[in-house]
C-alpha cells in the first residue's frame, strides 16, 4: 500500500474528521470565553474591586532602563493578572466542557438498554438438570 493511500485511508476516517471539527470549534470557542472574561467579567470585578485591570497588574523586578549606548532595556516584570486571567478563562471552559459531558451522560441514561437475552445453557449444565431431575423423581 502506498504512502498516499495509506496516509488517504487514514484521514477519511471518521474520528480523525471529528477530531479536526472538535479542534476548529474549540478554537472559536477559546476566543469567545477569552472575550467573555476581558472583555465582560473581568471589568465589574475590578470595578467592584477598586477599579483594578487584573491585565495590568504585574509585579516589577527590575524597570525599564537605558543602556548606556542609548538603547531601551526592557522592564523584567511578573505578570500575575494576565495569570488571573488565564485561570478564569480556564474555569469556564473546564465549566462548560462538564455541562456538554454532564448533558451527554443524562442522555445516554435515558436511553433504555435492551433487555439480554438469557444464554442458553451448556451441555454439561443440561446434563446436570438431567441427573438432578432424575434423582429427585426416585
Do not use: H
Not at 107 to 136: F, G, H, M, V
Amino acid at each position: 500500500m502506498g504512502m498516499i493511500s495509506e496516509f488517504k485511508e487514514f484521514a477519511m476516517r471518521g474520528n480523525v474528521i471529528d477530531l479536526a471539527v472538535g479542534v476548529v470549534i474549540g478554537a472559536a470557542f477559546g476566543k469567545i470565553v477569552s472575550s467573555l472574561v476581558t472583555d465582560v467579567i473581568m471589568p465589574p470585578i475590578g470595578w467592584l474591586i477598586g477599579s483594578v485591570d487584573f491585565s495590568s497588574l504585574e509585579w516589577v523586578l527590575q524597570a525599564a532602563s537605558k543602556a548606556p549606548d542609548g538603547t531601551e532595556i526592557a522592564a523584567v516584570s511578573i505578570k500575575y493578572g494576565l495569570f488571573i486571567n488565564a485561570s478564569i478563562q480556564f474555569l469556564i471552559v473546564a465549566f462548560a466542557i462538564f455541562m456538554v459531558v454532564k448533558a451527554i451522560n443524562s442522555l445516554k441514561k435515558n436511553e433504555a438498554p435492551a433487555p439480554a437475552a438469557a444464554p442458553e445453557p451448556s451441555e454439561e449444565a443440561k446434563l446436570l438438570a438431567e441427573i438432578r431431575d432424575a434423582l429427585k423423581a426416585r
